[in-house]
Nanobody
Framework: EVQLVESGGGLVQPGGSLRLSCAASGFPFSSLPMTWVRQAPGQDSAWVST???????YYTYPVKDRFTASRDNTKNTLYLQLNGLKTEDTAMYYC???????????RGQGTQVTVSS
């Protein structure tokens, strides 16, 4: 059974930082690309970042140079370092298998990031 468990969200002031984690199990994590997705209230899910097994990363333009995705294939864990947070980054953040990131059933339960002064 595929399991993805996100953690690390919280309330932070603009300009602050958070580190999100995603613990994966039930599939060959180390050999698959993984994706971070976010969904703001009242909006569709949006792709944030994809990281390949070799560590190659891609980011959506609004977060480029502020967010950093990484992975530890020995721990089956995905990370997203969020720096320079802005109010528009407020959203529920999910990790997902890249092959089905648009599918709600392919994600974890999410972790809430709220950026507010």
């Amino acid at each position: 059974e595929v399991q993805l468990v996100e953690s690390g969200g919280g309330l932070v002031q603009p300009g602050g930082s958070l580190r999100l984690s995603c613990a994966a199990s039930g599939f060959p994590f180390s050999s698959l690309p993984m994706t971070w997705v976010r969904q703001a209230p009242g909006q569709d899910s949006a792709w944030v970042s994809t990281i390949y097994p070799n560590g190659t990363t891609y980011y959506t333009y609004p977060v480029k140079d502020r967010f950093t995705a990484s992975r530890d294939n020995t721990k089956n864990t995905l990370y997203l370092q969020l720096n320079g947070l802005k109010t528009e980054d407020t959203a529920m953040y999910y990790c997902a298998k890249t092959s089905c990131w648009r599918d709600n059933g392919c994600r974890g339960q999410g972790t809430q990031v709220t950026v507010s002064s």
